[in-house]
């Protein structure tokens, strides 16, 4: 099976072309190929597959072979994928997700994609469809969650997948190893949480560390930033434009205030290609 190992911001995913390719079991797949001793290495897998909706569908799936609903680096990735080869000589073009149907504007630079503006819609703030169990107010913002014993307060988001934004005066000293799983399956969360830990610089500016349900730290989440800094702005703390600052690097997140809208803007890079074995999927 021929594959690419690409990146947004170091969140890396292993990109399967199924136009060409058949991946029978994408969850074994997905637990096979992310392992970083065993396999490729990657947090998940990523299927490239035709649409009836859209020029594109995405697929994706968790390092623990869960399915996931999107993922902000990941289909950015997408985008530059059916660029570069070939799959598309449009700069506008439209990606099926399990998160809805997302659009995405490509900058070209010497024929290649660099540089990805995503369309990711309206956030969900809802609790009852993100979900988050909250039996007093609708939304959830800046509301207390006991989590191992803390008391901290969350915004729950949804941008296409669950979030739980916590605003932190420290989070490199964060212990996430052992409070991101106790945060992903909090009873609060039916469908599990992805959860970012932000610090507010200023009014433009955050930074996050997050915890991806189904692959743990990872070095950045687009719907995971775009979540965080819409929840900046539900709590007062930034503009409609802001930076947010990832392990990975930077990504420009704006919630636009006539449509709704939420955008985000970002690298994608390819990091190589091969081919593995998929014997192991028979067995």
């Known amino acids: ?35 970083r001793h065993t396999g490729i ?7 490239i597959c035709p649409s009836d909706t859209a020029d594109f569908e995405m697929r994706m799936y968790n390092a623990d072979g869960s399915r ?21 000589e449009k700069t506008s ?8 149907i997302k659009y995405l504007d490509l900058t070209v630079e010497d024929g290649q994609a660099v540089l990805i503006r ?16 909250c039996e007093a107010e609708e939304r959830v913002i800046n509301e207390a969650v006991t989590v191992d014993g803390r008391e901290y307060r969350m915004t729950g988001v949804s941008m296409g997948n669950p979030h739980a934004v916590v605003f932190l005066e420290d989070i490199k000293g964060l212990d996430i190893e052992k409070i991101g799983p106790k945060f992903e399956n909090h009873e609060r969360f039916p469908n599990r949480i992805n959860t970012e830990f932000v610090r507010v610089i200023d009014r ?7 915890w991806e349900r189904g692959s743990g730290e990872t070095m950045a989440c687009g719907t995971g930033a775009c979540a965080a800094a819409v929840a900046s702005i539900l709590n007062g703390l930034a503009e409609r434009r802001v930076t947010v600052r990832l392990l990975g690097g930077d990504l420009l997140i704006e919630w636009d205030q006539e449509t709704g809208k939420v955008y985000m803007t970002g690298p994608a890079v390819t990091v190589f290609e091969g081919e593995t074995r998929v014997s192991w999927m028979e067995a």
């Not at 073009?93 to 809805?100: A, F, R």
């Not at 433009?204 to 997050?210: A, D, L, Y």
Request: charged fraction near 25%; proline fraction near 3%; glycine fraction near 12%.
């Open 1 to 35: 099976m021929k594959f690419t190992k690409m990146h947004g911001l170091g969140n890396d995913y292993v990109y399967v072309n199924c136009f060409e390719e058949s991946v029978e079991n994408p969850s074994e797949a997905a637990r096979y190929l992310s392992d």
């Open 204 to 210: 433009e500016t955050i930074e996050m560390r997050v």
């Open 41 to 47: 290495g990657s947090d998940g897998l990523i299927l």
């Open 93 to 100: 073009i439209s990606v099926e997700t399990l998160g809805g």
């Open 118 to 133: 995503v369309d990711m819609g309206e956030p969900e703030l809802r609790a009852a469809h993100i979900p988050v169990v």
């Open 68 to 88: 996931s609903e999107m993922c902000g680096n990941g289909i950015r990735c997408v985008g530059k994928y059916v660029y570069d080869h070939g799959l598309t």
